[in-house]
């Protein structure tokens, strides 16, 4: 039981944190940027771990930032540059990164604790097993179990987006609501395009080792996606793209429990599975008006 609540905790942090990133790219029409970065990562993770040999959180968040960032800023220059369209450029350059990172992979499979599978579906059934340990003097069996490695490491990175995010809200909601606003007030927008790629790279990196690409990128584009069809405002996006990110995780892993699958698959198909019974109630709704207006 125990093991399931940490499972279901960390989960549900991840859930909540690429919910938060996912509104704002929604809102800036960059859902596939942020496909983009989550596959990306990889190649900071891997590298940051070959030249430090170190799997630290900032490390890992180090590498990982890098990638995103130059992630963001190649495809922009193709984009501009070489005059490809938008999405084209996004898929090439990612898709590159992606391959190179899981090259790197199998070449240093023994070195590192990542496969190909963990990549695509994560570990998040064994996140109880690799554990923090505090005290103890240097001696593991004499300190104290403060819980799973990834939970304390995507709790961190939950708490950096939330105050971010409660900081910078109104500069947020103005580059994404009214960009050309932003620019006439002389708010600097590649700052703050660079920025949330900031944030998305530490959260996609902190939930990928315990969930993988697949969850990650669901979570990044789904929830938020229901939540732009029904919220009426920002902070209304951002609670109701949490909620569905929630019931998401609480569907998904009952879901894989009964049907002993995949517990990352089975969330991303219960997170697709609620945007379709949102658009169908909101399809009925907006029928059953039509019909209320032409009677009367």
């Not at 984009?79 to 790197?104: E, M, P, Y």
Request: net charge neutral; proline share 2%; aromatic share 10%.
């Amino acid at each position: 039981m125990i093991n399931d609540i940490w499972i279901l905790a960390t989960a549900s942090l991840v859930a909540a944190a690429c919910a938060l990133v996912g509104v704002f790219l929604i809102l800036r029409r960059q859902a596939l940027m942020g496909d983009a970065i989550s596959h990306s990562v990889l190649l900071g993770i891997v590298l940051a771990y070959l030249i430090t040999d170190s799997r630290a959180l900032p490390v890992m968040l180090g590498g990982a930032v890098l990638i995103g960032l130059l992630t963001a800023w190649l495809s922009d220059s193709l984009h501009r540059i070489g005059k490809l369209q938008n999405d084209a450029s996004i898929g090439i350059v990612f898709t590159l990164f992606f391959a190179i990172g899981v090259i790197l992979v199998s070449l240093y499979t023994g070195q590192i604790d990542l496969d190909q599978e963990c990549i695509l579906y994560g570990e998040i059934a064994f996140i109880p097993f690799d554990t923090l340990t505090i005290g103890g003097g240097g001696n593991i069996a004499d300190g104290f179990e403060i819980g799973p490695r990834a939970f304390w490491s995507i709790a961190i990175v939950f708490m950096i987006v939330l105050i971010s995010i409660l900081i910078t809200f109104h500069r947020l909601q103005t580059v994404a609501f009214h960009p050309n606003l932003a620019l006439s007030l002389g708010i600097n927008t590649v700052f703050w395009h660079y920025f949330l790629m900031t944030l998305v790279s530490m959260t996609t990196v902190a939930s990928f080792d315990a969930v993988g690409a697949i969850l990650v990128v669901a979570l990044l584009v789904i929830p938020a996606s229901s939540a732009y069809l029904v919220a009426k405002s920002l902070k209304g996006m951002l609670w109701s793209a949490i909620a569905y990110s929630q019931t998401s995780v609480a569907i998904g892993y009952t879901l894989a429990y009964q049907l002993d699958s995949a517990i990352s698959a089975s969330i991303s198909v219960s997170a697709g599975l609620l945007l379709l019974l949102t658009i169908l109630i909101l399809e009925i709704q907006k029928k059953r008006t039509h019909n209320l207006q032409k009677a009367s």
